[in-house]
């Protein structure tokens, strides 16, 4: 494993255009939180400070990060397109690999994007949640702080998918077309199917695992809330956007999917000539 882990870091670190995107993705990022963090309302009663504060931002960080999680797929197929263009799978099997190494290396580049851009989030969350959370507690501070760990989920969803469409078609160019075609092609296909079964397509449930933050309620600087205890601002609630699978289940069926990603591109790399 650590014989692997060195390879993939020399290899990437290796390639120039790999460390360009990484810190674009990093500045992309914080430049997003920091300009959302400059915008003031006009609307009396709400403030934009409400998403920088504990437990709000634990919502409202991992939604922008999401954002970015195509920008690291993309990542993934530029690496492995590059493979295939230099040969350099070839190679690795001449020395000595199996083709189940090329994957468990690309798998485990993959799980160490995902810590990376785990930490610039919780870093992210923590700074930016101290500085402008009042009455700060240790309850406050944790709650709700699981959903980064989702986003940590959904980061390597977006990245075997990548994966598998970099493997199945060995194209740099032609695999970044083809993935981001993809998430139009899924939703115009979900309007055959009924509406209960629309929320179980891949991407569906991979988008779903950060879902967008109710806005009104975390900017609200009243506590609106109805007879049943829940906010009278939540959309959903209000019928005006419609409700997502529960969460548990969503997790439950990414990591299904993403098992299915990792194992369909294990089959095709051992198939297709290197």
Same mark, same amino acid.
Not at 4 to 33: G, W
Not at 128 to 137: A, D, P, R, V, Y
Not at 183 to 195: C, M, N
């Given at each position: ?16 255009p790999?460390?360009?995107l ?5 500045l ?20 934009v400070?409400?998403?920088?504060q504990?437990?709000?931002i634990?919502?409202? #960080?991992?939604w922008? /990060?999401?954002?970015?999680n =195509? +920008? &690291? ?5 530029i690496?492995?397109?590059?493979? !295939? ?46 500085i402008?959370?009042?009455?700060i ?5 944790f ?6 760990l ?17 493997i199945? #078609?060995?194209?740099t /160019?032609?695999?970044?077309? =083809? +993935? &981001? ?5 899924e939703?115009?296909?979900?309007? !055959? ?7 179980y ?14 806005f ?6 009243k ?23 529960p ?25 297709k000539?290197?």
């Amino acid at each position: 494993m650590k014989k692997l882990f060195n390879l993939e870091k020399i290899k990437a670190l290796s390639y120039p255009p790999f460390k360009t995107l990484m810190i674009i993705h990093f500045l992309l990022f914080f430049l997003v939180v920091l300009v959302v963090s400059r915008v003031h309302f006009s609307i009396p009663g709400f403030s934009v400070k409400g998403l920088y504060q504990f437990p709000n931002i634990w919502e409202f #960080f991992p939604w922008v /990060a999401s954002w970015f999680n =195509l +920008f &690291l797929a993309i990542v993934i197929i530029i690496l492995v397109g590059n493979e !295939f263009a230099n040969k350099t799978f070839r190679q690795n099997v001449i020395d000595g690999l199996s083709r189940s190494d090329l994957i468990k290396g690309k798998l485990i580049l993959i799980f160490t994007i995902a810590v990376y851009t785990f930490i610039m989030v919780l870093l992210a969350v923590i700074i930016f949640g101290l500085i402008n959370t009042k009455n700060i507690s240790f309850d406050i501070i944790f709650e709700n702080s699981y959903l980064i760990l989702i986003y940590f989920v959904q980061a390597i969803g977006y990245m075997t998918l990548g994966l598998l469409f970099a493997i199945l #078609f060995r194209n740099t /160019a032609l695999s970044i077309i =083809l +993935f &981001l075609l993809y998430f139009p092609v899924e939703g115009i296909v979900r309007l !055959f199917f009924k509406s209960e079964y629309r929320a179980y397509f891949p991407i569906k449930i991979i988008s779903n695992l950060t879902p967008r933050p109710e806005f009104l309620t975390m900017t609200s600087e009243k506590s609106f809330t109805n007879a049943s205890g829940t906010s009278s601002l939540d959309l959903s609630e209000m019928g005006i956007v419609p409700e997502n699978l529960p969460l548990g289940i969503t997790v439950v069926l990414a990591a299904g999917y993403i098992g299915f990603f990792i194992a369909l591109s294990t089959v095709l790399l051992k198939r297709k000539n290197l």
